[in-house]
């Protein structure tokens, strides 16, 4: 689970949005996480303390006079646990308050009295589109990221006050990304990576072609685990049925032809290049412009093929690659002897590091075992789920960046 052993306080401030902090506290404690609930008194008129208490089974703390507390400090007890304060949804109000380091009730109290160098505090912000949109609130915002504050995305679209625009808090899914993306270390902090990723496909006729069992998984995984560490990511996807991980660009392609020109732009001004995608290595020489039709003799086509390009080779044989400006990661796709076919296509693709895997064994799977091929040997990544291999494989891209 990604939030093993965080304890976070959830702060509720008054808006519509406190719907969602219902389930934006399950979906952290079922990431492993413990949620303290604290609540302005305005959130309440929002929804019950006994939702929220009933939710993170632990009782919410609302008032700066809860006697409870042995010391009847819970701002300081409070605060002091915390592996982070998230405030969603936070009110323009609560903005406004935390800016001016008021604390005239509990949640702005245990601001002000946090750790600040030690207990993060993120904030979800949530309100109508010109509220959002006033000088004031962008002003706020400015100078809360400038006192070290997180502060995460605005959702856009319908209002609960009817009208549509920027404002609205983020879904509790997206939060929930969110917050693991900020707990992760940030070893790819002003990179701008590209993933190639998923199948090819290789039109025969308007209706027909040739792909692979390529899901896409383990570079959507890998898209996201470098967002995650802070990189800049463009995903370059083949037709996969996968959901684009927040905060990377996507760019959708179909054949190989395809692939290669938009990697060609975006390789341009990237630092690191990983090519996870199943490119097809042949192609119908020539795509029909009609379906092709059954005559009725029982003669079948003959197809002709011609050799698709070879991505990878060509931007690891770059100025940019050969001077070290870009780093390029290759994948192999094998059914036996991993090691030597991976060792090899490491010095015919002329990269510094190639990532093995056994290709009938991770097709459309959750989970994968990779094993990192460079020029000091193979470090084997033991079978895990794919978030969690592409993680530690952006750890190993980190460290060589270093030595290279
Ligand atoms: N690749 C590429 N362009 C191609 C073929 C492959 O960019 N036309 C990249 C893949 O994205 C992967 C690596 O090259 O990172 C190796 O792909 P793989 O299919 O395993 O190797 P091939 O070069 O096709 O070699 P072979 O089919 O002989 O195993």
Same mark, same amino acid.
């Given at each position: 689970?990604?939030?093993?052993?965080?304890?976070? =306080?959830?702060?509720?401030?008054?808006?519509?949005?406190?719907?969602?902090?219902?389930?934006? !506290?399950?979906?952290?404690?079922?990431?492993?996480?413990? +949620?303290?609930? +604290?609540?302005?008194?305005? #959130?309440?008129?929002?929804?019950?303390?006994?939702?929220?208490?009933?939710?993170?089974?632990?009782?919410?703390?609302?008032?700066?006079?809860?006697?409870?507390?042995?010391?009847?400090?819970?701002?300081?007890?409070?605060?002091?646990?915390?592996?982070?304060?998230?405030?969603?949804? !936070?009110?323009?109000?609560?903005?406004?308050?935390?800016?001016?380091?008021?604390?005239?009730?509990?949640?702005?109290?245990?601001?002000?009295?946090?750790?600040?160098?030690?207990?993060?505090?993120?904030?979800?912000?949530?309100?109508?589109?010109?509220?959002?949109?006033?000088?004031?609130?962008?002003?706020?915002?400015?100078?809360?990221?400038?006192?070290?504050?997180? =502060? $995460?995305?605005?959702?856009? *679209?319908?209002?609960?006050?009817?009208?549509?625009?920027?404002?609205?808090?983020?879904?509790?899914? /997206?939060?929930?990304?969110?917050?693991?993306?900020?707990?992760?270390?940030?070893?790819?902090? *002003?990179?701008?990576?590209? +993933?190639?990723?998923?199948?090819?496909?290789?039109?025969?006729?308007?209706?027909?072609?040739?792909?692979?069992?390529?899901?896409?998984?383990?570079?959507?995984?890998? #898209?996201?685990?470098?967002?995650?560490?802070?990189?800049?990511?463009?995903?370059?996807?083949?037709?996969?049925?996968?959901?684009?991980?927040?905060?990377?660009?996507?760019?959708?392609?179909?054949?190989?032809?395809?692939?290669?020109?938009?990697?060609?732009?975006?390789?341009?001004? #990237?630092?690191?290049?990983?090519?996870?995608?199943?490119?097809?290595?042949?192609?119908?020489?020539?795509?029909?412009?009609?379906?092709?039709?059954?005559?009725?003799?029982?003669?079948?086509?003959? $197809?002709?093929? =011609?050799?698709?390009?070879?991505?990878?080779?060509?931007?690891?044989? @770059?100025?940019?690659?050969?001077?070290?400006?870009?780093? !390029?990661?290759?994948?192999?796709?094998?059914?036996?002897?991993?090691?030597?076919?991976? @060792?090899?296509?490491?010095?015919?693709?002329? +990269?510094?590091?190639?990532?093995?895997?056994? *290709?009938?064994?991770?097709?459309?799977?959750?989970?994968? #075992?990779?094993? $990192?091929?460079?020029?000091? *040997?193979?470090? /084997?990544?033991?079978?895990?789920?794919?978030?969690?291999?592409?993680?530690?494989? =952006?750890?190993?891209?980190?460290?060589? $960046?270093? @030595?290279?």
């Amino acid at each position: 689970m990604d939030l093993t052993g965080k304890h976070i =306080v959830l702060g509720l401030t008054g808006g519509i949005a406190c719907y969602k902090a219902a389930e934006l !506290c399950r979906a952290l404690i079922k990431q492993g996480a413990t +949620v303290q609930v +604290v609540m302005t008194e305005a #959130a309440a008129q929002f929804i019950t303390p006994v939702t929220m208490q009933a939710l993170s089974n632990r009782p919410v703390f609302d008032s700066q006079w809860d006697a409870r507390e042995r010391n009847n400090m819970p701002h300081i007890n409070l605060s002091r646990e915390a592996d982070a304060i998230l405030i969603a949804p !936070c009110s323009a109000d609560f903005m406004a308050k935390l800016l001016h380091g008021r604390a005239d009730d509990l949640l702005s109290l245990m601001c002000l009295a946090r750790p600040i160098d030690i207990v993060p505090l993120i904030v979800a912000p949530a309100m109508n589109r010109e509220m959002w949109s006033h000088p004031a609130t962008q002003r706020n915002l400015k100078q809360l990221r400038e006192d070290g504050t997180h =502060v $995460l995305g605005v959702g856009n *679209g319908d209002q609960a006050c009817g009208e549509t625009g920027d404002g609205r808090m983020l879904e509790p899914e /997206e939060l929930l990304q969110d917050v693991i993306a900020f707990f992760q270390p940030k070893l790819l902090a *002003g990179h701008k990576v590209v +993933v190639t990723a998923g199948p090819t496909f290789e039109a025969i006729d308007p209706v027909r072609g040739i792909t692979n069992l390529s899901s896409g998984k383990m570079g959507f995984a890998i #898209a996201r685990a470098a967002q995650e560490a802070g990189a800049e990511v463009t995903l370059v996807a083949g037709p996969v049925a996968q959901a684009t991980p927040r905060g990377v660009a996507r760019v959708d392609v179909r054949s190989a032809l395809n692939m290669r020109s938009a990697l060609m732009e975006i390789a341009n001004d #990237a630092t690191i290049f990983i090519a996870t995608a199943a490119v097809a290595d042949w192609r119908p020489a020539t795509a029909a412009d009609q379906k092709l039709k059954k005559d009725g003799s029982g003669t079948t086509p003959q $197809l002709e093929f =011609v050799e698709n390009p070879d991505i990878l080779a060509e931007v690891a044989s @770059s100025a940019r690659a050969v001077d070290g400006a870009l780093f !390029c990661v290759g994948f192999a796709a094998e059914s036996h002897d991993l090691l030597a076919h991976a @060792s090899a296509k490491r010095l015919r693709k002329k +990269v510094p590091l190639l990532v093995g895997n056994i *290709g009938p064994a991770t097709f459309g799977q959750d989970d994968n #075992a990779l094993l $990192l091929v460079d020029a000091e *040997g193979a470090t /084997e990544l033991p079978r895990n789920n794919k978030l969690q291999l592409a993680r530690q494989l =952006v750890a190993e891209i980190a460290k060589r $960046l270093h @030595s290279h």
